[in-house]
């Protein structure tokens, strides 16, 4: 089999792979956003939220398809580059605004519908414009990654102390950034199992990165139940997350892997545009979620006190 073949094969599994696992992701999201509405509020980072979650049927579920998703990104990740894999991830913003309407039994928001495919427009653009390339399995030795892991840990730190000190959105847009990078890291330490894992199954235990992950990988995820616990709404959180997972995940392909990328003038350009029209899609979001959450406030103060108990609105 020629090179060629044999990489076109390795996508035909990879893309699939991602894609469905996309899907599980924004099942689990819209499952876990909605049984987080149904315990008490915790501090940012107390285990005791997952001590109450555990008892909700929907949140189990919610875990079965973090579990089916995060397999089939273990196996896309095993047959792809980073830069493949992770832009298509974004797809799950989608997936959680169609499980989280049908959840809720409503139809999705038309705004926030335009919003979701503004977000993964922009990834597919940078996708398309980047070109990804490579498919290294081993974080380099040289002094080259220490830039980008300085980055992230401020980036991370930087997004508490906001969740921590802010309220309201600009409170739940900390914990998001908090998340979403501790997820892009974790994308890149489960690239270096993945490949691991593929060519001995014994492989990752006797290395560092399989470790690692099992302590970034449970931050991330308890800061994820809290990003949607303090939300008001699911999908301005999850688009800010699913954004910057794959733009950390491309950066760690590209910083600490070896993977390659299109640097070209134009391409540059072209990728910028593209982050922008991200940016724009959050505001989006975020600009809907907040006149939804002002018009629900409104109509529970004009309802009976019955009628108002129960959670209204919701995204699409």
Not at 41 to 57: E, H, N, S, Y
Request: net charge positive; charged share 10%.
């Amino acid at each position: 089999m020629t090179v060629a073949a044999s990489t076109s094969a390795s996508l035909l599994l990879a893309v699939p792979a991602a894609v469905v696992g996309a899907a599980c992701m924004g099942l689990a999201s819209a499952a876990q956003e909605r049984a987080t509405k149904e315990v008490a509020v915790t501090r940012i980072l107390d285990p005791g939220l997952l001590r109450g979650l555990v008892r909700r049927p929907l949140w189990l579920i919610g875990m079965v398809a973090t579990g089916a998703g995060l397999a089939l990104q273990l196996i896309a990740l095993a047959f792809a580059p980073l830069l493949v894999v992770q832009p298509l991830l974004i797809t799950s913003l989608i997936f959680a605004g169609v499980f989280s309407a049908r959840l809720e039994r409503r139809a999705p928001d038309a705004v926030m519908v335009v919003g979701s495919l503004t977000c993964v427009a922009g990834l597919a653009s940078f996708l398309l414009l980047a070109r990804p390339s490579g498919d290294a399995d081993l974080l380099a030795t040289t002094p080259q990654p220490f830039p980008l892991a300085i980055a992230l840990i401020l980036l991370t730190l930087l997004g508490l102390g906001v969740s921590v000190v802010a309220h309201g959105s600009v409170r739940v847009l900390g914990l998001a950034v908090a998340t979403g990078v501790l997820y892009g890291m974790t994308a890149g330490l489960m690239k270096i199992v993945a490949v691991q894992a593929r060519a001995d199954l014994t492989e990752p235990f006797r290395n560092w990165a399989l470790y690692l992950v099992c302590l970034v990988g449970p931050l991330g995820f308890l800061l994820s139940q809290n990003t949607f616990q303090q939300g008001r709404f699911l999908t301005p959180a999850l688009a800010v997350i699913t954004a910057l997972d794959p733009l950390v995940g491309v950066g760690i392909g590209v910083w600490w892997m070896g993977e390659t990328a299109n640097t070209s003038p134009a391409a540059l350009a072209g990728e910028a545009v593209a982050g922008a029209v991200i940016i724009v899609g959050i505001v989006l979001l975020s600009g809907r979620a907040t006149k939804l959450s002002r018009q629900s406030g409104e109509l529970l103060g004009k309802e009976p006190r019955e009628q108002g108990a129960g959670r209204l609105g919701g995204d699409g």
